[in-house]
């Protein structure tokens, strides 16, 4: 059973049982993926830096989508019951999931990037052979967004079981 709420007229749904944190788990996986082949595809424009700008504000979208879905965004997150909101601040801080419960900006995006530079630097030089660095440029840029896509959907679903065993109805834990 989903925890339904209104924010800002808009109905949000919190998941908090195992099969609908997986659900939604799948659901940003899969936007993980097409936003993946979306960066794939800028990358294999043959000028060099297009890709890192388009990267940039894509993975923040997509960030920003990802917390949404798990009910995890700052505004979310503070309207949670106290119990809650406790517990999904000492799980973002536990695990460290960086991008989890924030604020996206670019500033905290390039600095996830920044952890990746070594495969950047390669999906960057591989721009300047002709037709095979383009393509070795997009299988670089699609391997990296969706494993740091990735990264980011399994930290939220941490985040997400830690909060769901606080909810007043949740199931006990076995």
């Known amino acids: 059973m989903f925890k339904k709420r209104k924010e800002s007229g808009e109905l949000v749904l919190l998941p908090v049982s195992n099969d609908e944190i997986e659900q939604v788990r799948e659901r940003c996986r ?3 993926r097409k936003r993946a082949a979306i960066s794939a595809g800028v990358a294999a424009v043959p ?11 894509s ?6 989508e990802i917390n949404r879905a798990f009910g995890l965004t700052p505004v ?6 106290p119990r809650m909101r406790v517990a999904a601040h ?8 960086m991008l989890v419960g924030k604020l996206v900006t670019k500033e ?6 920044q952890k990746s530079g070594a495969k950047l630097a390669a999906k960057s030089a591989a721009k300047v052979v002709p037709l095979a ?8 840029g699609f391997a990296l967004f969706r494993q740091m896509g990735y990264q980011h959907v399994e930290a939220c679903v941490k ?5 769901a065993l606080t909810a007043p109805d949740a199931p006990a834990a076995p």
Not at 47 to 57: E, K, N
Not at 76 to 81: M, Y
Not at 108 to 113: C, S
Not at 159 to 163: D, G, I, K, L, M
């Open 59 to 64: 993975f923040a979208s997509m960030v920003e």
């Open 30 to 32: 899969a936007i993980v």
């Open 108 to 113: 905290l995006v390039i600095k996830v990037l």
């Open 76 to 81: 979310q997150i503070e309207r949670l019951q």
């Open 47 to 57: 000028i060099p830096g297009v890709d890192i700008a388009a990267d940039l504000t």
């Open 133 to 140: 660095g383009q393509l070795a440029s997009a299988a670089i």
């Open 90 to 97: 000492q799980a973002v801080g536990a695990l460290g999931g």
């Open 159 to 163: 985040v997400a079981r830690e909060v």
